[in-house]
Structure formats: C-alpha cells, structure tokens
C-alpha cells in the first residue's frame, strides 16, 4: 500500500511502533489455598505472570481448583505497592480498592469443577516499582497451605446407643510431602473462552483461516507449498468483492469466505478460528496514489454508497449466527486516516476526503456497524514508522484517531487495536542500530536514509505509537498488529554486522536490514523478502504479527494495464522511474513485469520466498 511523505522534508511515500520501551518478564507465582468446611475442601492454586514496562504491566492469572467443584468465586489479592494499578481487566469483574484488588467471574467461567481451572488477565499501570503480589485469596481463603483433597461427603451419623462409647475419629491422613527434585506437575491447559465471546486478543489460541484461492496460487509454484497454509487476509476492495472475489485468483466471496472458515474452525476442534477481513473501499480511497484508487468518489455520492452498498452489506453478512462461532478480525481502511494527516496539501482528491469528513465518517461508520457484532474485532490502519514517525505528524496522527474513534457509538471501545505496516515493506526491527545510535558524534537520524525520523522499524513504531493512544485516552487492552508478510530482507543482501564506517550515511546503509533504495518506496520491492511467520502475543502489547498483504498479490501495474477494478497505473510501480519529491527523487525499486494490483504475480512470490527472513525450511 502507499506511504506519504512527512511536510515539510524529503519524505518518505511509505507506509505503516514502541521507542524501545524496556521489557521485564515478571517471575511467576504460584499460590495454593486449601480450607475445610463441614461438606467440603476448598484448594485452589494461583499462577501470576506478568510483563512490564515502563510505567505499564500486562498479567495473566491461571486458577486452578484443587479441591470441590466450585458454583461462583472470588478471587482476591493485595498490590505490594500502592502505585500498582489495574487498568482493565478481561475474563473477570476488576475492582480495587486501595491496594485491592476483587475480580468475580464472568457467567461462562464462574463454575469450576474439581481439577478445572480458568484464566484471566489485566492490564495495568505502575510507578515506582513492580513487585509481585503473593496473598491471593480464593472465596476468603488464603493460598497458601499445601493441597489436600477434597473431603468426601461425611454420611449421616446413626444414633448412638447411651451405652455405647461413640467410635472415635479416625485421624487425617497428612498430605504427602512432595520431594523437592520432584518435578511438580503441570498445570492443566487453560480452556479457551466460549466461541463467540469477545475476548481481548482474537489471535491469542487461535488457529489462522488459510484462504483457499490464496492457498491455491501458492502451491502452484515451486516450494510455495511451505508457505500454503499459513493465515492471510481476505481484501474486500470494492463492492463487487463481497460477492464475487477481488481480483486475479480471489474467486470466492465473503459469505463463501465464511462458510469455508466454518468448515476450517470445525476440523479445528476446540480450537477458536480467526479470518482476518480488509475493508478498503472508501471514497476517494488512496487519494495520494494511483495504483490501488477506488471505485467510489465523493464527488459521486460515494460516501452514501459506501455506507449502504458496502459496509452495510459487509456487516449484515458478519451478523448471521452461523457465523458467532468464528473470530472475525476486520483491517479497517490502509491508508485513509494518514492522509488526512500528511498529504492534504499536496492531493485534491486528499482535500476532498477532508472538507467533506468522507474518511472520517465513513471510517466511524464502520466502527459503529462491525463493532455492534460481539465476534467482530476492529484495527484501525496507523500506516508506518516512515510515513508518521516525525515530530509534525506522529501526535497529529494520534489526536486523529482519538477524535475519530470517540465520535463513535462506543467511544474509544469502538476499536480493539492499530495495525502498522500493512502492505508494505519497513523492517520489524533493525538489530545493528537504533535511533541512539552515534556515529563519529553524529546521530544516524541525521542520515539521509533516516531523515531525522524518530524510528528506524516497526517495533519502536509501534511500541511508541501504543503508549501514545493510551495516553491519549485509549483503554491499555488496546493492542498492535504488524504485517511481517513482506519485511524479512533476508537473502544474500542482508547484513550480518553493524558497519565499521565512522560516515553515518555509510554506515547506516551498510547496517539497514530493510534494503530498499527509500523508504518512501511501496510497490513491489525488489530484494524484499517474507518476514515473521504469524504468531500471537509476539511482544508486549502486541497482538499479533499478521500476513495481511497476501505474498505474491501485486501492489500494482509495472505499466500501463487496461482495468476494470477502478485501478490506476501509478509511476511508483515502473522500475524505470527516477522517483519524485516524494522519494527524495530516488529510482522506484519496483519489480518489472507486475500486473494490476491484487494479481498475482510469480516473479515477486519467487523473490519473497527466496529472501524470506527466518529463512523457509
């Protein structure tokens, strides 16, 4: 997908954070209660474990019954220190008083059998230090005795003769010692939450939706087969796509997208499944580009259209029950929001998306109808390090969001998450330099490649871009999505060092794993390669690293190529262009032989696999 420039200097026309925050694993805790009762032993075991930042944690807490079956609990605990705060919690009821902490269950979750046990989590802030709390209390009972089992049911007593001297109570058994190198036994996995619930990150134990036609077109081509089965994401780039396909080999529908997801999520067992769903078709779409232009224009009434041809339809089919089991992840919009931000002076059909507020209402828009639906998920796009990663447009960026975001129904809640980088290019991170980083006295934001930026790869973008929406009011469950589908730059081109040179423009190109000639450059990168393989709960606040632009479906047209999808022919895609302002008037880096946008194209997929950074076995 496009970047835009930054005002006001050589920008970048790239696309898609955290300035390295640090990262504490937090030691886990283990806790076991135990309490007798005339009919019952009530054990339980807590298990804590937290990550941290600064001035933010994120915990998880396992609760395993060790004793009866439980109808109802609540769980207790003290914060050692009075700074540590919970922010919100999922799976449970959060409440704290002072340093207290109450959490009851959720209705799905309250009944615990003997043996059961159930998770839930927090996410929280803290300030002076972190210590982990210990005095974790089940329905009032410490935990911390050793476990016992449970008490069997004590039978009626018969009458006892006057006469007769009563039996005396057989003495309890003491628990058996365990050994100290005996190793303890694991804890039972944790089940998942009931299908359709909405939990706070949809990837986390879940299987990925594998798009058959995506599938298809992978396997066709030499080695793809070890790619074929990883997640993609279903485009929906204009209206036509939610019932016929998109482009190229994209011959199904959402509703057929749907159905197959069914079928997958039943062969799955227990497993939840999550189809990840690009809505893309907004007026005026991609004001700053050519390549992948859209079908609606304000001018045309495309805003109404988008409401009622597309969005309308979208969710009405999100909406049918036969679907609640599935987790339905929607990317809402690449490159719409960041426009608004950075190129409205420079694109009429950009100045158009902002006197008429099309983008903002029709992105509010469908916060309000996908977010109704309780297993929809919603992640808002927030471009790239190096379209949003300077002074005059990174906070800009996030007022934006804030403002969009609360004139929605539900607020700052409308949205679950941001998604960095999608459909393009920017290294997840860079291990040879950072933005600290000197070289003979001279700061590497003053090389050209970096040009003063704040970020040199997603992760610090990202990173940062989150505790700035926080700040800004957004609830800290908010999380990150990365696309890593094409940001690997392995191969032979890739650095295994820091450079030695004392020139910071030297070094820093000879550092960069990222190899594009700008990082203003999106179509087609030559030398790029498939990045992280998706996985959830990747860093901390970060849901997932995500495969949202298919690999191998062409960005655009290497020339000029009759369409009709309503997509342009953009220099940025012919290798034979010198650039412009916007790529500080350096060669577009474009493969050659590229076919319209969403296509599939071989050569590219060859090239990713080939230079695919961890390296495909």
Request: glycine share 10%.
């Amino acid at each position: 997908m496009r970047s835009t420039p930054r005002p006001g200097a050589v920008g970048s026309t790239v696309r898609r954070g955290l300035v390295a925050a640090a990262v504490l694993a937090l030691g886990a805790t283990a806790a076991v209660a135990t309490a007798t009762s005339a009919s019952a032993a009530v054990a339980c075991k807590v298990n804590y474990t937290a990550s941290q930042w600064q001035g933010g944690m994120s915990a998880n807490l396992s609760i395993q019954n060790l004793g009866d079956a439980l109808n109802g609990w609540t769980l207790t605990f003290t914060f050692p220190n009075s700074g540590q705060k919970v922010g919100q919690g999922w799976s449970g009821n959060w409440s704290q008083s002072g340093s207290t902490v109450t959490v009851t269950p959720m209705d799905w979750n309250k009944q615990l059998s003997s043996g059961g046990s159930t998770s839930i989590g927090f996410n929280g802030t803290w300030s002076g230090s972190n210590p982990t709390p210990t005095d974790f209390k089940i329905n009032g009972v410490s935990c911390n005795g050793t476990q016992q089992s449970p008490t069997p049911p004590v039978s009626p007593s018969a009458p006892v003769s006057p006469s007769a001297p009563a039996s005396p109570t057989p003495p309890v058994s003491p628990s058996p010692v365990v050994s100290p190198s005996a190793p303890a036994s694991p804890t039972p996995p944790v089940s998942p939450p009931p299908p359709g619930v909405h939990v706070d990150n949809p990837y986390a134990g879940a299987d990925g939706y594998v798009n058959p036609d995506w599938s298809a077109s992978a396997k066709s081509e030499p080695g793809g087969s070890r790619v074929a089965n990883i997640s993609t994401a279903v485009w929906l780039d204009r209206i036509a796509a939610i019932t016929s396909g998109s482009a190229g080999n994209n011959s199904k529908g959402l509703r057929e997208h749907l159905d197959e997801a069914v079928k997958q999520d039943a062969a799955n067992g227990n497993t939840p499944l999550t189809i990840q769903v690009v809505i893309y078709d907004l007026p005026n779409r991609d004001c700053s580009a050519l390549a992948s232009n859209g079908e609606l224009k304000i001018a045309e009434n495309g805003l109404a259209r988008y409401k009622s041809e597309y969005i309308d339809v979208i969710a009405g089919i999100m909406a049918d029950s036969k679907y609640s089991n599935l987790r339905i992840v929607t990317v809402i919009e690449p490159d719409s929001l960041p426009n608004l931000i950075t190129n409205v002076s420079n694109f009429q059909a950009c100045q158009e998306a902002q006197s008429s507020g099309a983008y903002v209402q029709g992105v509010q828009y469908a916060l309000n109808k996908l977010h109704a639906i309780s297993n929809v998920y919603t992640y808002v796009d927030a471009a790239h390090h190096a379209w949003l990663g300077w002074d005059n447009n990174f906070q800009p960026m996030v007022n934006l969001f804030h403002q969009v975001a609360t004139g929605t129904t539900a607020g700052v809640n409308s949205i679950d998450g941001f998604i960095v980088n999608t459909a393009n290019f920017a290294a997840l991170t860079e291990p040879y330099f950072n933005i600290n980083t000197s070289v003979n006295g001279q700061s590497v934001r003053q090389s050209t490649w970096v040009d003063w930026n704040w970020y040199v790869d997603e992760s610090s973008f990202a990173t940062a871009l989150r505790n700035a929406l926080v700040a800004k009011g957004f609830p800290n469950t908010i999380g990150m999505l990365v696309d890593t589908s094409r940001n690997g730059w392995g191969g032979s081109a890739r650095p295994t060092k820091a450079s030695t040179s004392t020139n910071v423009n030297t070094f820093v190109n000879e550092s960069r794993v990222d190899r594009r000639i700008h990082a203003g450059n999106w179509c087609n990168q030559s030398g790029a390669g498939m990045g992280e393989r998706p996985k959830a709960n990747p860093a901390p606040g970060f849901d997932a690293y995500v495969w949202i632009k298919p690999p191998g479906e062409s960005d655009g047209s290497s020339s000029q190529i009759p369409n009709d999808e309503g997509k342009g022919f953009d220099r940025m895609c012919d290798p034979t262009y010198g650039g412009n302002n916007l790529n500080g008037n350096n060669p577009s880096g474009a493969l050659a032989g590229a076919p319209v946008s969403g296509h599939w194209f071989s050569a590219q997929f060859q090239q990713l696999m080939q230079n695919a950074y961890p390296p495909l076995s």
